[in-house]
């Protein structure tokens, strides 16, 4: 059953491989020519020296004799025609793994931008938070492998193929039993490679989880170095990672030299198909069914054939994993695309937001949004306020169609949204999440990003409306200054107010405060709601928030608990009825 | 660079052995030509089977033996590879393991971890390698050379001549392929990076509908990775194929030039087949060589960045002084300044406070404010860049790390949880403490989420959630008896009320002092002094009420963090 699977998945792999070769036929059609060539040429080749030998022998017995001198002149025909077709064999073969390497590369270019492509297609849960890993290590890690597979093994293969066949066929019609004798040889040693590295596959795995172990643990003491110097544990953990590394060790050596006999163990090979030459070789030159010059052409040919042998084993694992790689590639390629069928345009947002009893949950067994409903008049600031896990983010994330509603609607101006195409339904749209996202660009361009076609003008003003201008201008490089991932040039707090110009500029009717001031202390986030309120100003707002302290303003503040409304109203509506929103204030007051 | 070589040193017999068993292998695998000579010399020209037979036995018998020292040399050359790799490693950990904020600056933790795993792992390649290809090379060169010469021929210059000829090819073509492959690793990272910024930011790309703006950006780096893999594979395939054609226009200029000295007597049919071989092993084993210009840009970068942390000093080190006077159990903080070092600005300037027995100091102020700054001082988890602090009237820098840290305990703002068991994450404290003791300390955290002290704790305590994490933390602190229990804003993870019950718990701490970071004025109300840090700087102390009256900062934070519910009703 599962070898029967496997079978399926490699054929579909092959064919999903063949696919992508097939734009570049050409240069595949190139590479196979050159590749014949070659070998043809290299083939050739030790008959002429064989050849060559043979007139150094003849011309060594006539001058001993007496019965002529040695032929000078054929000699160096031979060895000329000999030097020029290494040379063409040589050239040939370098144009072919040439050719190969740049349609790899073609393959792999275009294998990248078919990942990102799909990674903008897909739908959230296919790209969130979970999954974020896994479509990372396969962005990274499988198409290096892949690409691995095919510049080193794939090219390496299908010439080595050849040679083998092609030197093969020569030592045949030279001599068939000393062929057989040194297929024989190779056969045998082969077969000892094999067990060996089977042998080694234990000690492998065991090396790969000692390995792991001691990463893990020099991670944890790594990241914890404060706490452990505080209390004095630097002795006790010295000695645990001494003892990780001991069993590491006896893993590592055994594992390593297992898979390393590979080496001596090939050379055996070589070694005696040599000594078959040799020895069978001079009986056959005395028995009179072979010259001596092709002893030679046989010692050159054992190379040829030994060789790529070698190569082969040695790129097997290459393989192996080149394969795991493409079918992990190939099955995020068909994934699912983002739902996105419909084409209309939302055209303007007039009078409200409707959420009409919605439901939501992530899996099916669980309900994160319950029988919600909520009117939004145009113009309206709504605050959302709840508990850890109450549902107010994925109420957003239901309005921004990031994930869709199970049942119930949301509907703009009474229009279900769902009607609508998802692109043009965002653009309506502004955010300013917790988890602030910007990349590694000038602070210029990341304001930019709002509005690809705002001018340096333009992007200045909204950072001046954000109260981020004064401290941008403070930094050495001003709106040029580079951010970079850890952030450390800037507080988080000013990475916000970048955010808040960000959405400033990108001027939406509709804005999305996702718990934007969470991570900063209090007295910065004063400050950020002074730039929130300039955003907010004339548009129709959501802010969600766990602090209530900056929601009084909000012309709504809606409850949520589970899933559900609790309550909603002013400020002042919300303190008369004395619930939930009245308590929560009375113990946060109460210091 | 001492540090790296020591190991090597100290196992200079392993060397040594592998030395000989390399000559071994060179001499066995250098011996086959020379009969190959004797049976075409002696066996054909005489027509004598027999001799052939014999010949060939021992040729098998060499093969054998060539083998097996082979072998051999693997063996010893990986348990001193890998024997190594585990000495380097024993030797990096307890060192970064004293590494301070200060050290860390330079070299972050991930690439401590990358050095130590990682960079360890290149550098013990490379001496394998070392071993068993590289120093071979020359042995078998010096060897063939010799044999060649024992043939009687002259051709040994051909070899020579093509090595010239090699090299003087090859150089110019490493030179343009270097740049290439360092720049591989660069972009790669830059299209790893790209695409990690892209998963993450996919809410606020999809909203903002930037796909193709997106999918534009990555394409550059993408056509550009494509680019120098083109432009670098276009040199590097060269090297193959010039190799190999310069190997057999060898063999042919042998052919060519041996036949003169065959015509004149001076050579024989055998040995020259024989030379064919030396001159094929000799120039073989040399371009393997070559592949140490491949592995050699890693190699450098893992070893300068290993050598880096043992070359990095490290700043705070141990005083003379191993015990403390307990009569006067006072820490005080006078005129403290900190900066990181190349950094303009102070962190901490000016700290003057004193932490008295029986006495709570709170210290308040918004992030990046130095709070945990000038907690970490205590402990000498970093050191003061101006002024002093004294620990019973000496200043802590005259203490054994280990005897100022024993009487201290620290609750750091990231608990930290060891794997193992409830039980072994306390025992770390006081590996003597009883069940009960541990019990008292875990009640005193209000942890009441668990079954027993054998309940698992895995790595990094992901098993429980941020405030249990907490919880047990503190009751980690709490275990240990000392006269300083320093707080660094572990109550921001709880919830009010448990808050509530520790802060209630710690007053059975008598006669012990407790200092307590936060940016929580709830946390710190209650505490006999008040601290307010603004930019490093002390603003202004006293208790809660005077703050009230005497700071505006403080008030602005009281009410940043107060609602206006009694304005509201």
């Known amino acids: ?591 | 660079m001492n540090d790296l070589i020591s190991p090597i040193i100290k196992k200079y017999k392993s060397i040594i052995l592998i030395l000989l068993l390399l000559i071994v292998q060179a001499y066995f695998t250098l011996t086959l030509p020379e009969y190959t000579a004797d049976i075409v010399n002696i066996g054909v020209a005489n027509a004598d089977i027999n001799y052939v037979y014999d010949i060939g036995i021992k040729m098998i018998a060499i093969t054998v033996l060539a083998t097996i020292s082979a072998i051999l040399v693997s063996f010893f050359s990986i348990r001193f590879s890998s024997g190594y790799s585990r000495d380097l490693r024993k030797m990096i950990f307890p060192k970064a393991l004293q590494f301070s904020n200060l050290e860390l600056n330079d070299i972050s933790k991930s690439s401590l971890i990358t050095r130590t795993v990682i960079d360890v792992s290149q550098i013990q390649m490379f001496i394998e390698e070392l071993l068993t290809v590289i120093i071979f090379a020359p042995i078998l060169g010096i060897g063939g050379i010799m044999k060649s010469l024992e043939l009687g021929t002259s051709l040994s210059w051909i070899i020579v001549l093509i090595f010239v000829v090699i090299i003087i090819l090859m150089i110019p073509l490493f030179k343009k392929a270097l740049p290439y492959l360092g720049k591989f690793q660069e972009i790669t990272d830059r299209i790893n990076g790209n695409a990690r910024e892209i998963l993450i930011g996919m809410p606020v790309i999809k909203t903002f509908v930037r796909q193709d703006y997106e999918e534009r950006k990555f394409d550059k780096v993408n056509s550009e990775y494509h680019e120098t893999h083109i432009n670098a594979y276009r040199i590097i395939l060269l090297f193959t194929p010039m190799l190999s054609l310069h190997l057999s226009l060898m063999t042919v200029g042998i052919i060519f030039f041996g036949s003169f000295q065959i015509e004149s007597g001076d050579l024989l049919i055998g040995d020259l087949l024989a030379f064919i071989q030396y001159a094929t092993q000799i120039v073989t084993s040399f371009i393997m060589v070559s592949t140490v210009f491949t592995i050699m840009p890693d190699v450098t970068v893992s070893i300068r960045r290993v050598n880096e942390i043992f070359k990095t000093e490290v700043s705070i080190v141990d005083g003379e002084i191993d015990a403390v006077n307990t009569e006067n159990p006072v820490i005080e903080f006078r005129n403290v300044d900190f900066k990181y070092p190349n950094s303009e600005n102070n962190i901490l300037t000016n700290i003057n406070f004193k932490l008295e027995p029986g006495k709570t100091v709170g210290i308040i102020g918004g992030i990046g404010s130095g709070k945990s700054t000038i907690l970490n001082l205590i402990p000498r988890l970093q050191d003061p860049t101006g002024g002093e602090i004294l620990f019973a009237g000496e200043n802590i820098k005259n203490y054994k790390l280990s005897t100022l840290r024993e009487n201290m305990s620290l609750t750091p703002q990231k608990a930290h949880l060891f794997k193992g068991t409830v039980k072994s994450n306390m025992t770390i404290i006081d590996k003597n403490a009883s069940d009960d003791e541990i019990n008292k300390a875990l009640k005193r955290a209000n942890v009441n989420f668990i079954d027993g002290l054998d309940d698992e704790v895995v790595q990094g305590g992901a098993n429980f959630s941020d405030s249990q994490k907490q919880r047990l933390s503190i009751a980690r602190s709490l275990l240990k008896k000392c006269n300083f229990y320093l707080f660094d804003d572990c109550f921001t993870a709880l919830d009010k009320n448990t808050e509530k019950i520790i802060k209630n718990n710690l007053k059975d701490l008598e006669g012990a002092s407790i200092l307590i970071v936060s940016q929580r004025i709830s946390t710190i109300k209650d505490a006999d002094e008040i601290i307010v840090l603004d930019d490093g700087k002390i603003i202004d102390s006293g208790t809660h009420d005077k703050l009230i009256e005497s700071c505006n900062f403080y008030r602005e934070i009281v009410n940043s963090q107060s609602d206006t519910l009694k304005d509201g009703i």
């Open chain 1, 1 to 591: 059953m599962t070898s029967n699977r496997e079978k399926m998945g490699l054929k579909r792999i092959v064919k999903n491989v063949l696919r992508l070769m097939k734009d570049h036929e050409l240069k595949f059609i190139l590479t196979g020519i050159c590749a014949i060539l070659s070998v043809l040429f290299t083939v050739i080749s030790p008959l002429l020296l064989g050849d060559a030998i043979n007139i150094l022998i003849e011309g060594a017995s006539n001058i001993i004799n007496h019965t002529g001198t040695l032929d000078f002149v054929g000699l160096v025909k031979l060895l000329t025609i000999a030097a020029t077709l290494y040379f063409i064999s040589n050239v040939v073969s370098y144009l072919q793994t040439y050719y190969l390497v740049k349609t790899t590369s073609d393959i792999i270019y275009s294998i990248r931008k078919r990942i990102i492509n799909k990674v903008m297609q897909m739908p959230m849960p296919s790209v969130d938070e979970n999954q974020r890993g896994a479509v990372l290590s396969m962005l990274t890690n499988s198409v290096n492998v892949l690409e691995d597979a095919l510049t080193s093994s794939f090219v390496e293969i299908t010439t080595k193929l050849i040679t083998i066949i092609g030197t093969l066929i020569m030592m045949i019609t030279i001599n068939a039993l000393l062929t057989v004798t040194i297929v024989g040889v190779v056969l045998l040693s082969s077969a000892l490679i094999a067990i060996v590295s089977k042998f080694s596959q234990k000690y492998f795995t065991k090396r790969l989880y000692a390995q792991g172990g001691t990463t893990g643990q020099i991670e944890e003491i790594f990241s914890s170095q404060e706490v452990i110097r505080t209390i004095n544990y630097e002795n006790q953990i010295t000695a645990d990672f001494n003892d990780n590394v001991d069993e590491w060790y006896s893993h590592e050596w055994k594992s390593r030299f297992l898979s390393s006999l590979n080496t001596p163990l090939t050379s055996l090979n070589s070694n005696l198909g040599y000594v078959a030459i040799a020895v069978l070789g001079s009986i056959f030159v005395l028995q009179g069914s072979m010259t001596i010059g092709r002893i030679l052409s046989f010692f050159e040919y054992l190379k040829n054939f030994t060789d790529p042998i070698e190569t082969l084993t040695d790129i097997m694992p290459h393989l192996q994993a080149g394969i795991a790689s493409a079918e992990r590639i190939f099955e995020f390629l068909e994934m699912e695309d983002e739902d996105n069928p419909s084409k209309n345009e939302l055209e303007k947002f007039e009078n409200e937001i409707t959420f009409d009893n919605i439901s939501f949950g992530y899996t099916e067994n669980e309900r994160i949004i319950d029988n919600f409903s909520l009117t939004v008049k145009k113009g309206e600031k709504i605050a959302i306020i709840g508990e850890k896990g109450s549902g107010k983010t994925t109420l957003i994330q239901l309005l921004t169609r990031l994930y869709d509603v199970d049942s119930g609607e949301i509907k703009i101006d009474g229009i279900n949204i769902n009607e609508y195409d998802k692109n043009s339904l965002r653009s309506f749209m502004g955010i300013i999440l917790q988890e602030i996202w910007l990349f590694s660009d000038t602070i210029e361009e990341n304001i930019r990003y709002g509005n690809l076609e705002a001018t340096e003008n333009e992007v200045i003003a909204s950072s001046h409306k954000a109260n981020s201008d004064k401290f941008i201008r403070q930094l050495p490089e001003g709106y040029d200054s580079i951010l970079n991932e850890d952030g450390d040039n800037i507080s988080h707090g000013q990475r916000q107010l970048i955010t808040i110009a960000r959405a400033i500029i990108s001027n939406k009717e509709i804005l999305i405060l996702d718990d934007a001031t969470s991570n900063v202390d209090t007295r910065t986030e004063l400050l950020i709601h002074e730039s929130l309120d300039e955003l907010m100003e004339n548009k129709t707002s959501f802010i969600i928030t766990h602090r209530l302290s900056t929601i009084r303003n909000a012309d709504k503040i809606v409850v949520i608990g589970k899933g559900k409304v609790i309550e909603q109203g002013t400020h002042e509506e919300l303190l008369a009825k004395k619930g939930y929103y009245y308590n929560t204030l009375k113990t946060q007051e109460n210091i």
